[in-house]
């Protein structure tokens, strides 16, 4: 049964050159990138606060993988890593030697402060479902409010919600978790606890690690009693309060990000396990016998959704091969991780499974990289819009490694560069000069050939 909704008029509320719509890495990438371009730019957040999954799915180690490599955070990234630290130093993490971790409640704060430097309107509780579209351009997008929908109006929109929902209301097409069954990598629901005794888990080597390890023995043995198919257990934070920042442990299979019903399941399996884990960690961890939950992550995490189709899709090939594009706007350290999607804990981390033997974890080689070019940014179908974080446009695997948060606020940054540039010559966001845009680019600390 289909019911027709009755058409409205609806209070144009505010106008953009360059409107941005999501506040997670991608989206203060872009943001950022398009006001030090001089353009009056908008940022709506359907939650309470930025950040996206660093601050609502307590991601805060974002580039452990970076760890001990030749390679480092560059851009828009790298700046805002600087400037957290010179206020919240390392959040409080006793493991000196570990790598950088944001706190996602300081970072909240921080990102408040930071945007409203960079004089970025930013309009949080704005969920977006809906667009106005003339002559193949966006004019508005409809945020749905309490006080009913409103429109905002803009120059160019920006797409950095992660699931794509801009240019799937815009009616581009997409594609969804992998080619066979469109399996997504399942959601997580991290957790924090307290009470840790710290004194047990100080020092070298790290404890927490060390942790990981028994956990995975106990799995294998069979003796913790969880049900989640989930073998390994990363950690956040050891703060001297006795807190870990984070658990990131349960893991709901064959949720599709953008269905309501499967949200639902997904939330509550999560919380079930979650209590689960928190019984073994009690009654089998020496130092966790008075812990109690602290928090549960604001919501489900997804590691990927929809990828919307680009003028170019960016494919494990290309990667493997460092396939050089004219229109490069980002190089980033070669590395994959891909969560199995249909819990398949076999496999060996490997490429070759495809995603259909297991995970996949390819840790970064040597000096190994790959580029990722502006088209990929550049949706069908619509000229005034870009994509910009994990829903870009490339098959799963290479979804695998874009996704990471530092390559996202990349994408973000050269989507919101290139959406200021149009504007101020006159074009479309697919007919920008590309090396006035790579210009810019490299003007704001991002490394191109
Ligand atoms: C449990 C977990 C662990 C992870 N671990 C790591 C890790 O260690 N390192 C790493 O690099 N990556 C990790 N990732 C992946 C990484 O978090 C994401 O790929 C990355 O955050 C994507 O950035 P994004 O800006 O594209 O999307 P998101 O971070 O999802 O941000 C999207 C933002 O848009 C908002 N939004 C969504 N829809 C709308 C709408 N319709 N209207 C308005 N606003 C909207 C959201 O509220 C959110 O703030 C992990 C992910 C999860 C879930």
């Known amino acids: 049964m289909v019911i027709k909704i009755p058409e409205k008029c609806v209070d144009v509320r505010a106008e953009a050159d360059v409107l941005v719509v999501g506040g997670g890495p991608a989206g203060i990438g872009a943001a950022v990138a398009a006001a030090r371009q001089g ?134 097409p997409f594609e969804q978790g992998r080619d066979k069954d469109g399996l997504c990598q399942p959601g997580t629901v991290n957790l924090r606890i307290a009470g840790v005794d710290v004194e047990k888990f100080s020092g070298e080597p790290d404890k927490l690690k060390l942790l990981w390890n028994k956990f995975l023995d106990d799995y294998r043995a069979g003796i913790t009693g969880l049900s989640c198919k989930r073998q390994d257990l990363p950690a956040g934070r050891l703060t001297p309060a006795g807190i870990i920042s984070y658990l990131n442990y349960s893991c709901a299979y064959g949720i599709d990000p953008t269905n309501p019903d499967d949200l639902t399941r997904g939330e509550m399996e999560c919380r079930q396990y979650i209590m689960e884990l928190y019984e073994y960690l009690k009654k089998n961890v020496d130092g966790m016998q008075n812990i109690e939950i602290a928090s549960i992550a604001p919501e489900i995490g997804f590691r990927d959704s929809r990828r919307i189709k680009g003028l170019y899709r960016l494919t494990k090939d290309d990667i493997e091969a460092n396939r050089k594009f004219d229109d490069v706007i980002a190089v980033y350290p070669r590395i994959y991780d891909m969560l199995a999607p249909d819990g398949n804990m076999e496999g060996d981390g490997g490429l070759e499974g495809g995603g259909y033997k297991g995970h996949i974890y390819v840790p970064i080689e040597n000096s190994r990289t790959y580029q990722i070019p502006y088209r990929s940014l550049l949706p069908v179908k619509i000229d005034n819009l870009l994509v910009a974080g994990r829903c870009i446009s490339a098959d799963h695997i290479a979804e695998s490694t874009i996704r990471a948060i530092s390559a996202c606020m990349l994408t973000g940054q050269a989507a919101g560069a290139g959406a200021a540039l149009a504007l101020k010559d006159g074009n479309a966001p697919k007919n920008v000069n590309i090396p006035k845009l790579q210009s810019i680019l490299r003007d704001q600390g991002v490394d191109l050939p």
């Open 39 to 172: 353009c009056r730019v908008m940022l709506l957040e359907k939650r309470g606060f930025l950040g996206g999954n660093i601050t609502a799915s307590y991601v805060e180690t974002c580039n452990h993988f970076l760890y001990c490599t030749n390679f480092q955070t560059q851009g828009i990234y790298h700046e805002i890593e600087q400037k957290y630290r010179d206020s919240f130093g390392n959040s409080h993490d006793i493991r000196t030697y570990a790598p950088h971790r944001f706190s996602s409640e300081y970072l909240k704060v921080f990102l408040d402060d930071f945007l409203k430097h960079e004089q970025v309107a930013v309009k949080l509780h704005s969920f977006v479902n809906d667009v106005v579209i003339e002559d193949d351009r966006i004019q508005c997008v409809i945020i749905q409010s309490k006080q009913g929908p409103l429109a905002i109006k803009a120059g160019a929109v920006i797409d950095a919600t992660g699931d794509g929902d801009v240019a799937f209301s815009a009616g581009i």
